[in-house]
């Protein structure tokens, strides 16, 4: 396993639309989910998307099984590998919550997303995923999958006096684990 590096903003392979991915259990395939999982965990990311660390293809990665030092207070969320992800709204309603992104070290803003979602995608092995979610569970879903649309969380951020550095806006966090 190898941990990758973590492109920041301003890098321009964060703003591309990543390509599906062509095929399924592939040793290539699994050896990228590990390796992202290490490099997510080495970090303490809520989640990573493939193109955060360079790759091209419609993959994100989220939850663990254990409280997430950068967000000790959200739920846990199911360790989960998913691959050329749609999602739907179900309904209008938004939710504003504090995000934070390991390709943008250091900030975190508050972003509305949809409160409620399905999500539908494949698992690496082909396999099909068809999840109804809420909460932080449908936020960080949400964040990842903008990420295989080129898009970055201040890009959706409202209201700028909600969004700053972690170390001023939440002295009681570790503001290096944003980095």
């Known amino acids: 396993m190898t941990i990758r590096e973590i492109l920041k903003m301003g890098d321009p392979r964060l703003l591309r639309v990543a ?3 062509p095929a399924f259990d592939t040793d290539e395939l699994h050896m990228l989910v590990r390796d ?3 490099t ?3 970090v303490n990311g809520a989640g990573l998307a493939a193109p955060q660390i360079g790759v ?3 993959l994100v990665i989220f939850g663990t099984d254990a ?3 950068r967000y000790p207070d959200a739920p846990l969320v199911p360790r989960t590998v998913l691959l050329n992800p749609v999602i739907t709204a179900i ?4 939710e504003e919550g504090w995000e ?3 390709s943008v070290p250091g900030l975190r803003g508050v972003v509305p997303r949809f409160a409620n979602i399905r999500y539908t995608g494949f698992d690496p092995f082909g396999d099909p995923i068809d999840r109804t979610v809420s909460g932080f569970h449908a ?3 949400q964040h990842e999958v903008d990420h295989l649309l080129g898009k970055l969380y201040p890009m959706r951020v409202r209201d700028f006096s909600r969004f700053g550095f972690t170390e001023v806006l939440f002295p009681g966090l570790d503001a290096s684990q944003d980095d």
């Open 19 to 21: 390509q599906p991915v």
């Open 36 to 38: 992202m999982f290490e």
């Open 40 to 42: 997510m965990h080495s």
């Open 56 to 58: 091209d293809q419609q």
């Open 67 to 69: 409280v997430n030092p």
């Open 91 to 94: 309904g209008e309603e938004e």
């Open 100 to 102: 934070g992104c390991l």
């Open 139 to 141: 936020r960080v879903v």
